[in-house]
C-alpha cells in the first residue's frame, strides 16, 4: 500500500505493493560480503492504496551517471536531474531520488523544487550542509544519552532534513561526502501506520491486518515490468 524503493549492490528494485505483495529478499554484497543497501518507502494518495501492485528492476549499467566539472558525480536512480531522466518511473510521489559524490574540501550546491520536501541521508565521508532544518543531522545509530546537542557535520549514517527552498548546498569533508538526496511532492493526508501498512485511518488499517489474518490480503497478482522480463 506504498511504494519501496531499494538498492542492492548498485541495481534497484521499486515496487509498488497497492492491493498487496508480500516479498523476501536475500541481497548478495561483493566478495567480502561488504555492501551498501537502502529502502525507501513512500506513501501513496488514498486514491492509489488498492492499485494493482507493480515490480520494477533496473540494473546498474542503466542508471545514468553524471559527472561535472567540479568532479562532484551524481548517479540519477528517479525522477529529472540535470537535464537527464532516471530509469524508474510511474511513482505517484514523482520523487527525484539521486546518489551524490562530492570530491573532498569541495563545496556543492544543488537545485530542489521549492513544492517538494528534501532530505539527504549520509553514507560515506562527512559535510557541512545549508538550508538544513533544525537538528542539521540526525544519526541513525544509537548515541549516548548525553549526546543531546545536534552536530554541526552529517558523517556516515546520518540524516539531514530540510526547510522549504529552492538549493541544498553541501561542503565536503577532508575525505568527501557521498548521499543520497531525495525529494518528493507532500501528499498531505492523514496517515495510519502500523508495521509494513500504511493507510489513511485506523479503521482501514484494522481492515488490512484483518484481512492479512485471514489469507485475503493479496487481491490481485503481480504486474511483472516488461523490461525485466
Known amino acids: 500500500m506504498g ?24 541481497p548478495k554484497g561483493d566478495h567480502a560480503g561488504r555492501m551498501h543497501g537502502f529502502q525507501l518507502w513512500a506513501n501513496l494518495p488514498a486514491s492509489l492504496k488498492m492499485t494493482p501492485p507493480r515490480y520494477q528492476e533496473v540494473k546498474s549499467t542503466e542508471i545514468p551517471e553524471i559527472k561535472d566539472d567540479d568532479g562532484t558525480h551524481v548517479r540519477l536512480v528517479c525522477g529529472s536531474f540535470w537535464g537527464r531522466k532516471g530509469p524508474v518511473d510511474g511513482i505517484a510521489a514523482d520523487p527525484i531520488y539521486i546518489d551524490v559524490s562530492v570530491p573532498p574540501g569541495r563545496k556543492k550546491t544543488l537545485p530542489v523544487e521549492t513544492t517538494r520536501h528534501a532530505f ?110
Open 120 to 229: 539527504a541521508y549520509v553514507f560515506s565521508g562527512a559535510g557541512k550542509f545549508g538550508n538544513a532544518s533544525q537538528p542539521l543531522a540526525v544519526p541513525t545509530e544509537p548515541v549516548g544519552w548525553a549526546d543531546t546537542a545536534p552536530p554541526s557535520e552529517a558523517d556516515n549514517r546520518s540524516l539531514v532534513l530540510f526547510d522549504r527552498g529552492d538549493e541544498v548546498t553541501v561542503q565536503a569533508g577532508e575525505d568527501g561526502v557521498r548521499f543520497l538526496l531525495v525529494s518528493g511532492k507532500p501528499l498531505e493526508e492523514p496517515v495510519a501506520w502500523y508495521g509494513p501498512i500504511v493507510m489513511n485511518t485506523q479503521e482501514q488499517l484494522r481492515e488490512a491486518f484483518n484481512d492479512l489474518d485471514r489469507g485475503t490480503f493479496l487481491k490481485s497478482g503481480l504486474k511483472p515490468d516488461p523490461k525485466s522480463s
Open 3 to 26: 511504494n519501496r524503493g531499494a538498492i542492492s549492490p548498485g541495481d534497484v528494485q521499486w515496487m509498488t505493493a497497492g492491493s498487496g505483495i508480500i516479498h523476501q529478499e536475500m
